[in-house]
């Protein structure tokens, strides 16, 4: 037991699974422009710090118009697993043994590039991660919920091909007026097939999404969910059913749906009961990897050893490895000393 602020070491050695992080929003500038010159893509921005100088979101669209608009310059197989190597690096050097990545394929599709290409390049680097340091990951395939039903069943159809490397499916994108309910037949689709399901809800939209998610997506965790907090019977029912939410504290910040840190509901849902995790979203937009959305955490709300130890054990409880990958994992939390 230690008394005292947790160190950023111990918070960054701490073992954790991160549950919510989109490949394409680990794409940071300096890669993008390397990237750019290699394929032949112009750059709205001329320099890195031009197009760093554009971080400064007023809410989710604002940031989504930057993101679908950088990752026009992942075009090839060698580009994603390039993208998804160098975040597994500074996942790995932040305490992450075991990640569940979500990746946008209507959004690369739409531009030409064969879904295969995504996935095998992913997978490519996340083969090379387990080889060279033992980490463990999976793909969640995400419907964009503000492109066309029709769209997110292709997506699908193309992802129930490549059940070696997809393990589940998640909804994101602009959140307000795409209610869940309009994916009901996808998810159904989806979990007939036997993939894990999980949605984002309540980041900027109501409480009643989070409801819809649950009820007729019938997800197994819930993604950011924090206006969950506006509704008692919604947190009583999350903590009672041990619904995993995936939070994302400096997401919450830029995005503007908590401006301050401080105001952030996670140990007020954690305090209440509910399976609360900590993860990073978007961390080359965002100011952040997993372990420094923890140390953000211990800053503005302060941590505890308990509570640390609690969070990093129910983001590999609520993970979807498996029951030998779990044991290990929670036995190496167990050796963790801050
Ligand atoms: N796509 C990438 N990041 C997202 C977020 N935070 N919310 C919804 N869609 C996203
Ligand atoms: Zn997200």
Redesign the pocket.
């Known amino acids: 037991m230690t008394t005292g602020a947790l160190t950023d070491e111990a918070l960054l050695a701490l073992p954790k699974a991160e549950l919510h992080l989109?490949i394409?929003?680990t794409l940071e500038p300096e890669l993008a422009f390397e990237l750019a010159a290699r394929n032949g893509v112009d750059m709205p921005y001329a320099t890195v710090e031009e197009l760093s100088a554009q971080y400064d979101f007023d809410d989710?669209q604002s940031?989504?118009d930057l993101?679908y608009a950088t990752m026009a310059v992942l075009l090839t197989r060698g580009d994603f697993a390039e993208l998804t190597r160098r975040y597994l690096r500074r996942a790995h050097a932040q305490g992450v043994r075991h990640v569940e990545l979500?990746f946008?394929p209507q959004a690369h599709t739409a531009r030409g590039v064969a879904f295969d290409d995504v996935v095998d390049g992913i997978g490519d680097a996340l083969d090379e991660a387990e080889r060279d340091f033992g980490m463990s990951g999976a793909l969640i395939l995400?419907f964009l919920r503000d492109q066309p039903v029709a769209s997110a069943d292709e997506a699908l159809t193309a992802g129930l091909a490549r059940m070696d490397r997809i393990i589940g499916v998640g909804l994101?994108?602009?959140?307000v007026g795409y209610p869940p309910s309009l994916f009901e037949s996808v998810y159904a689709r989806a979990r007939a097939a036997g993939l894990h399901s999980v949605a984002?809800a309540g980041?900027e939209g109501p409480p009643a999404y989070v409801w819809e998610a649950l009820d007729l997506l019938h997800v197994e965790r819930i993604?950011?969910g924090i206006r969950s907090i506006e509704d008692a019977e919604l947190v009583a029912r999350l903590a009672e059913e041990r619904i995993p939410l995936t939070v994302?504290p400096l997401?919450n910040v830029r995005?503007q749906a908590t401006p301050d840190l401080r105001d952030h509901p996670l140990l007020r849902l954690d305090a209440a009961g509910v399976a609360v995790t900590v993860n990073s979203?978007?961390p080359a937009y965002f100011g952040g990897y997993a372990g420094q959305n923890f140390t953000a955490v211990r800053d503005a709300l302060g941590l505890t050893e308990e509570q640390a130890r609690r969070l990093a054990r129910t983001s590999i409880e609520g993970s979807f490895a498996s029951p030998e990958r779990k044991r290990a994992l929670l036995a190496e939390l167990e050796g963790w000393r801050p």
């Open positions: 989109h394409e929003g989710l940031f989504l993101y979500f946008d995400c994101d994108s602009a959140e984002h980041e993604d950011h994302c997401s995005l979203d978007d």
